[in-house]
C-alpha cells in the first residue's frame, strides 16, 4: 500500500521543492522591508512601491506551496470539499500575484540586468496567467472540470516560473558568468515555457477520472 502511494506524492513534493527557493527569497524580501533594512540601491524600488511587492510575494507563495496538493488525486478524491475550498483561496491569491506582477513590470523603476525584452515577456505571461486563472474559473461555474483543470493547469505553470527560472539561471551563472540583458530576458523565458511545456504534455497523458471529478462538484 505504501508503494502505492509514495508515487502519488511524487509531484507536489517536486512542486513544493521548485517553489521553497522563490519563497524563501520572498520571505526574506517581507522580512526586509517590514525590519528597518537600510535602504540600498538593489533594493530601493521596493522600498518606493512596497504594496504591489508584499502583495506579490504572498500572494505567489501561497499560490504556488497550496496550489502543490491540487495535484494530489487521492486527495481530490477523498476531500473534495477540500479541494473546492483549496481553489477558493488559490484563484485570489493567483490572481493577486499576476496583477501585482504585471502592475509591478509596468510602474516599477526596472532593476539592473533588465530590459524591454524581459518586460514585454513579463507582461506576456503575467497577463496569460491572470486569463487562465479566470478562464478556469468561468469553467468551473460551468460545471465544465476538464477546462477548468487544463486552464488552471496553465496558469499554476506560469505561477511557478519563478522556481525554474532558478534552475534556468545558475547553471549559466556557474558556467558562463552572469547574463547580460538579452540572455537574462531568455532565461527567464525559459523558465515559464519549460513549466507550459510540461504542463501540456501532463495534461495530454492523463485519463481523466469521472468518478472523482464528480464528486468535486457534488459536494456542498
Known sequence: MLLNKKPAWLVPAGLLLLSAVPVAAGSARVAELTGGARVTADNARFF??????V????????FCVLGAFQFVPSLRR???RWHRVAGRVLVPCGLIAA????WMT?????PPGDGDLLTVFRLFFG???????VLATV?????DVRRHRVWMTRGYAIGLGAGTQVLTHVPWTLLVGVPGEFTRAMLMAAGWVINL??????LRRRTPVRHSLTAVLRTP
Do not use: D, K, Q
Open 139 to 143: 469553467a468551473i461555474r460551468r460545471r
Open 127 to 133: 497577463t496569460a496567467m491572470a486569463v487562465s486563472i
Open 99 to 102: 496583477l501585482s506582477g504585471l
Open 106 to 110: 509596468l510602474f516599477s523603476e526596472l
Open 48 to 53: 518606493a512601491m512596497p504594496l504591489p511587492v
Open 78 to 80: 477523498r476531500r473534495p
Open 197 to 202: 511545456a510540461v504542463a501540456e504534455w501532463a
Open 55 to 62: 502583495l506579490h510575494i504572498f500572494g505567489a507563495s501561497i
